[in-house]
């Protein structure tokens, strides 16, 4: 059975100019026999340079990355640009109208179904030509997440890591020129199936960033995220440096594995005692959880299991019993 | 057809000192032909005084109240109070235990069913013994709010309206009591089946809330709640003043009807241009719609429609037409 | 507006001879713009004497009734009584089937719904109709419950209380002629909205019951059911009396109001420690809840509140908080 | 507690020329506490003359109607009419959204709600508004319906049948104005709530249709309901007559009241013996419902209760017990 | 793990005469622990001759195939044929007793599921018995789908290319045989998953329909495909040729592959411009987008982007981004 | 990709004492993007000897087997036993907390999922770590059913069969030693996807069980499954035997294939004829269904396709076509 993508599109990735499409993958439900999924693509392509691939909407409901690469696709002039962007602002497209974090379609989280299936479901036929189409193409990758609906998170570029250490500085230097008030390495608990750790598998220079926080759009988080794509794009000789480029000074922490996490201890709903950007203590509360109708019930508390910079909190108050309340990074010296 | 409430419960209202207990609101879904559903309630009672009526829960991800006032049902002893408490820390308890505004159980807005019904649906008949049997029995009533999921709003203390001057005064001085950083005057656009509105009609001493913001559990507002309802039972004569209930300046503020209120002009994602607490300008943009699956069209503005203080803006970046994405309050002078 | 009935049918409720049809409920939902809600009825008529209402399925999960009542309208020919039968097995046809307590479509229970209301949703619609059309033509009425999918209860004939002496009395007589194991005077704690304690207003001479269990179809339930309704028709002369149908000795029992309620302390998965059937001490402990996904949290008990006859336990182990686990009748002397 | 609507607006209804706004409800549901639900509106008017008021969307899925008034709504002048209209091209707007016959919002079919309700759930409340505010605005009424998703009907006008023999001529000659292929004498089993039926109610030229079939938009029904609307228009002295108005020759019929309906007597998938627009006689065949997953069993038969035009079929193949599979007219003579 | 087929049948493929009982496939969802999905077949048998395999319901809203192939069952008799027919009317049972294009078992489009997947979901275990059990006793396959609920297509006999001439020729001719008004072929733009692509991998001789449209049962589809089945009976020497199976004139028709669709640019309701049928220009509109709730939004067009025959219109107004509007096939000379 | 299971645990399984903590399966929904399913899991070690593995909620509405592992996680000293018992008690913890045989997270029967998937969605990443990392530790296995919600079942062990002499006796013996009132050898048609039979094909002298029944939580189950449970342990050598394992007479039958179920032989309700644990005879009527809504539509039988012990019948009144409404055993002779 043939296993090539079913997904196509009228772009021609080798043509100079700025072409906004779609990429159109087929799928029938019940509503539409014969119908696509339209997935926004914009390419912007000016002679010769490295490709750099940026994508929003990993997942639906983290805003400022489709925003920017919204913004770019309508007012950036491919004279400005050396080389060729790529730009998939609402990738996860189902996900992004519904502004869910997770497809509508198929319930599958994309940044957990690399590296695809061209027969799969819809979700991992997305990531599948992300992954055997696009990640060929290109020289570096900027997946720009947000905090979502559940994590009210520093502004912070995230570095995946990868054994291959000439990767691994060309990585930490893109993802440093991005310049973000926190830099973060982060490697999902050693997750295989994300956008970032596949394209690292690939060889690619990869920036990931956490930007907004709380489902939603952060005026705060649109400034660092623009300046920072255009930082990383003119690292990257795609474009001039910005006027307002000069480095300022991101802090580096390391999420030291699953000691960083604190899960809540039961289901209710989580007070935190500390704000974000504290600096907290193993071993001391990290909040309670209040059991609200049962107000006789002692509240039951939650602890950190690591000392260091509270980078994370969960935004809504109720919690299921498992739910991250809390993450905690470990300095690793300024960036 | 008898109309009394069917709820019952073995709390005395009469009797002195603490008394924590349910509410038990017969019903008979599939799952249950004959249970209850038990809803928290506690009474503190010493002596003769003045009763206050406290309520959380109102609305089922407005955490703050609930959290508050279960912390007084676990620690407040009768001694320390001159009269009576009868405290509902999750009063729409299936809405607070599924963490949504609304009632699961039969999809209503707690706060938009008063006078209630004591034969409707869940949410009327608890509306209904709130107002027939508690209101009656009270002189005063907190009803304690935070701005729930799809709010982001400052921390306020809330005067209803009332066309009756000397219950105003009231209102206004125990309002002012509270002492949150700001006191807004707010009617919901006339909205007559609120609790505060009828308890207002009612006669009651009535003070709202508008604490937290975001779905989340805030520390700020978790101590301006606290220090607040204090001031306020201190204000009442039922408790001495905490020692920390000096005076400060509460900003008062007035929504100005519907002109107060920006609504999103297109289904999309908002991005906002001004942060919480600005002073803006009728006419100005508040904000853009954007289109993220289909980036070449252009975003659409809203507008204010008056100028003031942005007192409150929405959380989700996810919109639909008509959504709620702005507040503007005017000043009415000092507190 | 007009408030008759929308409900059409072809039946002649004058007529001698066994009539088998529907009552026909326009209703407009979007997968069918002009049709009805189809729900079964037989009129079994010959020459003069007593008119008896049965009812099956007024809960969609409780099947004994429906199959006793559509095996009488298969099998019994008109000459066998004297006087009318009205039957409707299947009064709440969607909640029928559907196998559900309530009705899928409006989501209502059916019991609380009297005395109904011709231009509500379904429910009261067919409510309605059983109260302002049903109810004149009837001498007297047979609501055949079985315990549904919550309840494992003991075979039993229920008693609707009254205040009016000379009713009441008739309605004993007739309780105890079904002749059930037992026989229990139970007021739903003074629901007003079933449809016994709606007949018993009108006048009507009302036998209740409780026949099978746990959701299933009982081979003893259906005995106990047939011979019941029998005999219920022979005491009020429309039928003479079955071979069979020799007085035995039901246990009479009263539900002592709230007190003879157990309610579910906590969610989570409730251990009986008693069998239906067995007599318990005021105090004791029920049995207790689990928390399965949290072994080392302690089980927490229920107590009963009333010593006696455990007439019913729940059936699905996993318990929200105030299900009903356990009922407890009180002793009235034998019938 | 007050009973105005708590819909607001900016349109001024006594202004002349065109204003295109939204009636404003104000709603609070989980995902926006203090927003709106936002109903398209427009006001076209030119000195004196009668209003008319013409809604499309009164279900969700029946286009023609919105397609057409939304058409005037951008095209049409006010100098090309004397006197006032009243466009509500979307009325149900949650269920236009949607594209369901009922509302989304709360469950119900608005033209099943009147005369409203305005402190109801939001269909009432919108039906109230037309009711309370629009309808004593008016003169005349077009509420344009098509057949939905599971109606295939004839393209046709539909008279609101009315005691008041004086309404009822303007009606007919209204109707007949309207000039569609068939004219429909329509009761809807004496249903009171319908939009249609409370307009006669109150006194008003009242015009109804059904446009198009099978929750598709119809190239020929949109020139019919185009055609027509300015024929009614024309013919309430509004505007002009259109060039292409002359007068054809709709044919006239009325549904029997009950007997005009089939209903299917099964659940399975019912094939139609007849063509739309075919003579059947009575007692006839109307199709069979088979059993699709049951091949063995012999498909059940439908009969017509009634001879005359077959008006209307089933959309859909499946049906459930009741569902309409087909509608009879009887003829009244020509128009 | 063994990989075998779980579904199990008392069916005895080789006996002679006619059978007809279920496929057995086991599947274990809350509900039903131990218990079966029953799927109906049959198998006629004569002496030797060549085995065909039938199949309906593929798609559950596609009535015309089941319909068809039911009647056969209860009316062929065995003696009228020469080999062996394996009927499987309803394949997708749980879609076709839902009316779903798709399982609502698991989601899936039966079509997109082959060669099927023993341990898989439902869909997929279904597929892999027709492809690895029935495909290798079968000499040819007629799959008889209609346009299901979104296509409202021409009535049609569907060639699925293969690039092996031999057998394309017996295909071809096996079509033509059906003698639908038009033949077109189709390759679902390369999808190897369908029931038709794996069945020509697999070698057999075989046969596409899209009977009916619209998810109705249309008599003139029926006519058509019962006229069709017993001509391509014919044609492979199962059974005598019918009556009436003059060849008439089939139109053939091939979709140019992607430019041979138009899909909706925006959601919205979709105006079409040209009728089924219809002869139409590359680049000429084939309707517009119309924003129902937004009056004054100008609708938004969409155009072909093939010159040819409008094979098939979407069915339902209401448009997602993406859903196909129209189909285009390029003549390729007659039949 | 790496393949290695996700799931993280503070657990040692190799430290002496009592261990009661979480495995933590990371997952990333909307509501939490970065939080784990924390699972419960208890080891207890002494010294040398067997390790036994025991598993509770492989299916969520089983209770006895959670229950009774919890008990003994609370109350179980180490320093009673000799060797490592691994508990597992709630294993597929969503479906436990949802009270659902199947996982409400992915829909998948967790007992239909063996040997699992790492990078699957969450219930086979549970499969996959209980086969990849707990069956290598182990020597035996427990996994402790019971009917769930909808068989009504006899109390039984499960002999799990296999090709292994060698093995088959071993588990033969320990199947015996658990000593319930029946003993049942049962393969599940085959199916290779269970826990059991994946401990089979690993080597383990695996013991399966059916305490309890109908969804609910049995006194008379829980007494047989601690008895068995602690005489298993003895004979594996881990605990000495209780004093009341003197051996009972376990009835050792076996479901003879496919001919041993009784399936519904259409929808309705299902009304059996014999009580559980009758002997049947072959060919004899089961029961019938009847059509609740058609009381005129004759019932339809199901007969039983083979004589023996009536083991299981189904509980739930209302059946779907297909659903097991009855299971028979042969005797093989006692135990």
Chains 1, 2, 3, 4, 5, 6 share one sequence.
């Not at 559940?150 to 890591?161: C, K, M, T």
């Not at 291959?164 to 060309?170: C, N, P, R, S, V």
Request: charged content about 20%; proline content about 8%; aromatic content about 6%.
């Amino acid at each position: 059975m043939p296993s090539a993508s079913p997904i196509f599109t009228d772009i021609d990735f080798d043509r100079d100019g700025k072409q906004v499409s779609t990429l159109n993958l087929p799928h029938s439900p019940h509503e539409d026999a014969w119908g696509v999924m339209p997935i926004p693509i914009a390419v912007i392509k000016n002679g010769s340079g490295p490709t750099v691939l940026m994508e929003g909407g990993n997942h639906g409901d983290e805003y400022e990355g489709p925003i920017i690469l919204g913004r770019m696709i309508r007012e950036l002039d491919a004279a400005e640009i050396q080389g060729r962007l790529i730009l998939l602002p609402a990738v996860n497209t189902p996900a992004v109208v519904a502004g869910r974090r997770t497809s509508p379609v198929d319930g599958l989280n994309f940044n957990r179904t690399f590296p695809g299936n061209p027969r799969g479901s819809m979700t991992g036929q997305i990531a599948h030509y992300v992954h055997d189409v696009l990640f060929p193409m290109a020289d570096a990758f900027l997946d720009l997440h947000s905090g979502g609906s559940s994590l009210d998170i520093l502004p912070s570029a995230i570095v995946e890591p990868t054994p291959d250490a000439g990767l691994a500085d060309k990585i930490m230097k893109a993802v440093l020129a991005f310049d973000a008030p926190y830099t973060v390495i982060l490697d999902n608990l050693g997750e295989p199936r994300t956008a970032t750790a596949s394209a690292v598998r690939a060889g690619l220079i990869t920036v990931g960033t956490e930007l907004g926080r709380g489902g939603a759009v952060s005026i705060d988080a649109l400034r660092v995220g623009e300046r920072g794509v255009r930082n990383v794009l003119a690292h990257l000789g795609v474009m001039e440096a910005a006027p307002d480029a000069t480095r300022s000074e991101s802090r580096v922490v390391q999420v030291p594995g699953a000691a960083g996490y604190v899960y809540a201890p039961a289901a209710g709903v989580f007070e935190p005692f500390d704000e974000k950007g504290a600096t907290v203590e193993e071993g001391a509360q990290a909040g309670v959880v209040h059991f609200l109708d049962d107000p006789a019930r002692p509240p039951v508390p939650a602890h950190y299991r690591s000392a260091g910079l509270l980078i994370s909190r969960r935004q809504p108050g109720h919690v299921e019993r498992g739910n991250c309340v809390a993450v905690i990074g470990v300095d690793c010296g300024d960036g």
